[in-house]
């Protein structure tokens, strides 16, 4: 019975890794009960095989099924890092409009579907703004989306030249617009429609030069095309309409006071200073944010259904190597850290592989003219480091029950398993 016992031993060892042709098994039992390896003897020269080496030998030995395993894992990772970067630069753009040229507070029209639906009447509410304590100064804009030189969706801003705001543009080539026939176009925007200072425009059978090209922060300005405010009017047939306001408080003043006191004068209207406040009069960013968490969410749930499937899998193919691994002294506690660890390896590749790939994805966004005008990805280290850990994480809770269910195997039974 003994010498059946080594026999099947070595065998199982030999599945393990560590043993071949030619090669004599050394199985110390006690070291192998107080220490983290085996060792294996190759001729004259005894080479110790210790706990980590057995894990790597795991993972190598299945190699299509190991890389596969990774691939799930880090298409969930790919998406958290490539969502959670477009979703924080829609949140920058986003702010960044709020506080553009000195800004301090955007107004809307309250009650509609989306802030480009907004409709305020430009002198009646511009007069009564004016009068609210702490506001230093307003300035006016009209926004459509309109089809521009080929491009369906082209945002286009009407702005007073005068405004305060309109005055505080960083000009890279040309000057500010002036007539009603000129036009203005941000860096991306002149990329996407191939214009410069000089050449004209075509919109909706109109023509219109182009006397200056513009820079800012704001991805979406950048992308855009501003005229006269009058000429949008008319071009768009809202004779005295505009979409929001642009309110500079006064110094000393903090702006979120200022709100509430314009809420207050003008029940018909919002007044934001922040975006977290843009739900206001717009929906689209927390339902962008809610995809994202919903992504990452069933990302990390299939990713831990892969690992769960690949271990729980891995662990049926080897009782019998786990019950000698058992009956040679090793514990239940040291079974389940082999199969941790071999998650926990598949969870730490799939990371390696999966971050720099969500940063490509996020980064393609850019790579097209149609999208580069509206998206431009925020890469912040902590938003990084959560959907790294949470790919590990999801790996390790994936090789739980596999886990658990090799250190309830009982050598004896293991053994006779074929």
């Not at 003994?2 to 110390?28: N, P």
């Not at 480009?116 to 230093?136: C, M, N, W, Y």
């Not at 058992?326 to 590749?349: D, F, P």
Request: proline content about 3%.
């Amino acid at each position: 019975m003994a010498c059946a016992r080594l026999w099947s031993a070595q065998r199982a060892l030999y599945r393990l890794g560590l043993g071949a042709e030619g090669v004599e098994l050394s199985v110390g039992v006690w070291g192998i009960r107080r220490g983290w390896g085996l060792s294996y003897t190759a001729g004259m020269e005894t080479r110790p095989l210790t706990f980590f080496g057995m894990t790597l030998r795991n993972l190598y030995r299945q190699r299509l099924r190991t890389s596969l395993t990774i691939l799930g894992v880090s298409v969930g990772v790919v998406a958290m890092v490539a969502f959670t970067a477009v979703v924080r630069g829609m949140w920058a753009a986003t702010q960044g409009s709020i506080t553009a040229g000195g800004t301090d507070l955007l107004v809307f029209q309250k009650g509609v579907a989306g802030d480009i639906f907004s409709s305020l009447d430009e002198k009646k509410t511009e007069a009564s703004l004016r009068a609210v304590p702490g506001v230093a100064d307003v300035g006016a804009a009209l926004t459509h989306v309109m089809p521009v030189g080929g491009k369906p969706f082209f945002i286009t801003f009407g702005v007073r030249p005068d405004d305060y705001s309109s005055k505080s543009t960083t000009l890279i080539a040309g000057r500010t617009i002036k007539a009603d026939d000129e036009v203005a176009l941000g860096k991306l925007a002149a990329s996407a429609l191939d214009k410069k200072v000089g050449d004209t425009l075509s919109i909706w059978g109109r023509e219109y030069k182009v006397v200056g090209i513009f820079e800012t922060e704001v991805v979406f300005y950048n992308g855009a095309l501003v005229m006269n405010l009058t000429a949008l009017q008319k071009l768009t047939k809202r004779p005295g309409l505009v979409t929001t306001f642009q309110v500079k408080v006064a110094p000393g003043e903090k702006p979120v006071e200022v709100s509430w006191r314009i809420e207050k004068a003008n029940p018909d209207v919002v007044a934001i200073a922040s975006a977290s406040q843009y739900n206001k009069v717009d929906n689209g960013l927390d339902m962008i944010a809610k995809l994202q968490v919903a992504v990452s969410v069933l990302s990390t749930i299939v990713g831990g259904l892969i690992v769960l499937n690949t271990m729980w899998m891995s662990v049926h193919e080897r009782t019998k190597e786990i019950g000698v691994l058992r009956a040679v002294g090793w514990s239940r506690r040291r079974v389940i850290g082999m199969i941790l660890l071999e998650s926990l390896g598949v969870g730490v590749m799939a990371c390696v592989i999966g971050t720099p790939l969500g940063f490509g994805l996020a980064n393609a966004t850019t790579l097209w003219s149609t999208t580069n005008r509206f998206i431009q990805p925020v890469f912040d280290a902590a938003p990084v480091l959560v959907s790294m850990v949470v790919g590990v994480a999801l790996s390790i809770l994936g090789g739980f029950a596999p886990a658990w269910r090799a250190s309830r195997i009982s050598p004896v039974e293991a053994l006779r398993y074929e």
